[in-house]
């Protein structure tokens, strides 16, 4: 069993904090990608957002409930009149309240321990052999009870708020999984964080396109889902806190 520990991004200026960097990112999809705007939902009510805690057991972090009471994760594909619009975010949509509680339930039902493979000494055999990619202090385990999965990309690439994270992580720590390329990769150790870098990266690509690690290769698509993701030259490299770990084969 883990232990929740909610320690990210606490205090009385937590909701300034959330709202400015969404009206930053407001600003940068208003020069990038002005479509999109459309695509970010309403706020969401203070019962819905219980309703999600209460659901799955779990607190979230004040930064995260700021959040939703800000946009509750956005539209995806077409607007009312049939139109395809831009995702605002590097995925195809963040979940809604309801959204969360479902995808994170079908998340929960994927998860089977495996100790011969649930393991930092086959992991660190996994990264070695470029069979598994892991950046930064996260558990790469598929389905795990410490996670609130938050937003989606085609079912292949989602994000989490990881409440497990490994030695030196940040419990409320924003993960990037891609299943099918089997890598892992902590965006932010906070939710107000990831907000901020995405900010951040939209400034650089409205001011240069080329110094952004955004991709935006088609205005009706949206940012590309690989923003954050493992470098290639990274790959075979171990995590930090995994470098002084004996690496075991879990194969007979």
């Keep these: 069993m883990f232990r929740v520990c909610v320690v990210t991004d606490t205090g009385a200026d937590v909701d300034k904090r959330v709202t400015e960097a969404w009206a930053r990112i407001e600003a940068g999809l208003s020069r990038v990608l002005p479509a999109s705007l459309r695509q970010l939902n ?10 999600v805690e209460a659901a ?10 700021a959040s939703l009471r800000t946009h509750n994760g956005t539209k995806r594909g077409y ?31 994927n998860y089977h321990p495996e100790p011969d493979w649930d393991d930092p000494q086959v992991w660190a055999h996994l990264v070695d052999e470029e069979m598994l990619w892991l950046n930064g202090p996260v558990r790469p385990i598929i389905g795990s009870p410490g996670a609130v999965v938050v937003g989606d990309m085609n079912g292949d690439v989602q994000w989490l708020l990881d409440f497990d994270p490994a030695p030196g992580g940040t419990p409320g720590q924003v993960v990037r999984v891609d299943v099918e390329c089997v890598s892992w990769d902590v965006l932010a150790p906070s939710w107000t964080q990831l907000l901020v870098r995405y900010a951040d990266d ?18 009706g698509a949206g940012p590309a889902c690989e923003w954050g993701s493992t470098p290639s030259d990274s790959w075979g490299v171990r995590p930090a806190w995994l470098q002084d770990v004996q690496a075991r084969s879990p194969y007979p």
Excluded: C, K
Excluded at 42 to 51: E, F
Excluded at 208 to 218: E, M, R
């Design 79 to 109: 607007d009312d009149s049939g139109q395809l619009q831009p995702s605002p975010v590097p995925l195809e949509y963040l979940y809604d309240t309801n959204e969360i509680i479902e995808m994170t339930r079908m998340w929960r039902n």
């Design 42 to 51: 309403a706020p969401a009510a203070v019962q819905a957002i219980d309703a």
């Design 56 to 65: 799955l057991a779990l607190p979230l972090p004040q930064n995260f409930r």
């Design 202 to 219: 939209l400034d650089l690509f409205a001011a240069d396109p080329d110094s952004s690690p955004l991709v935006i290769t088609h205005p």
